[in-house]
Each structure stands twice: as C-alpha cells, then as structure tokens.
C-alpha cells in the first residue's frame, strides 16, 4: 500500500502530483526545482543557488515524514546547462554527507530552472561508511 504526501511547508503547484509518495519503507520525492517555497519564486540565477534550494526543498518534504537527507539512496537531477555542471556537484557535495547517494544527472533544457532533483529515501538506515 502507497500514501500520498502533501507537504503545506513545500513549495505548492497547480499541478497534478504529490510531494512525494510513500511505498513502506521508501519515500520517493517528486522533482523539486530552486524555488523559495512560499512565494514560489526562483531563488536566484545560478546553480548553486537553485540547487542548495531543491536540495532544501527535498529536506522539507522529507522532513515531513521524519527522515532526512541522510536518507536518501537515489537520486536524479537534471541540469538545465552543461556549463553548469561544476557548480551543481560542488553544491550538492556540500549538502550531502559521503558516502552519497546513487545518482544520475542529465542534461535537459528547463529555461528559468537552471537544475530539477528528485530523490528516493529509504526510512530504516540512513546512509553509512562501509
């Protein structure tokens, strides 16, 4: 059995989909762009802002569930340039802890939105070192 999951603290669009969707022990939180959540306005124009706050906004949701970043086993994102690739693994490995999650990144063309992530926890373990 899955539950959906609204989170009133996440950023909210008039869109058909849920924050994410529990599925036991799994979380699987939909794609989150760089946007503050209450205004829904870009955070700013580079990548290492708008993915500090995608990350931010995983958090939120993930939050919701009691779970944290530490959490999450997969993730994927998608970087809008490629120029921007540095600036998006710098960011991401400052707010993920080693050892990080699997991942996939890809470039696709999303205009304003320079990076969407999505990712999936798993609730009984967070990550550790082997």
């Known amino acids: 059995m899955s539950k959906a999951i609204h989170v009133p603290k996440a950023p909210q669009f ?3 989909f849920s924050h994410a969707v529990r599925a ?4 699987y939180v939909s794609g989150q762009v ?6 829904r ?3 700013g124009p580079t990548i290492e802002e708008q993915t ?14 009691g779970l944290t970043l530490d959490h999450v086993i997969k993730t994927n994102a998608f970087v809008s340039l490629t ?3 540095p600036g998006y693994n710098k ?10 999650p699997a991942r996939t990144t890809a470039p696709v063309d999303m205009g304003a939105y320079l990076v969407e992530i999505d990712a999936i ?8 070192r082997n």
């Open 41 to 43: 306005e870009i955070v």
């Open 34 to 39: 760089g946007v503050e959540p209450e205004s």
């Open 24 to 27: 036991g022990d799994y979380v």
């Open 14 to 16: 008039p869109l058909p």
């Open 52 to 65: 500090r706050q995608c990350l931010r906004n995983i958090e939120i949701i993930l939050e919701a569930e």
């Open 121 to 128: 926890a798993y609730a009984p373990s967070k990550r550790v």
């Open 83 to 85: 120029k921007d690739f």
């Open 91 to 100: 960011t991401y490995s400052e707010v993920f802890k080693e050892p990080y």
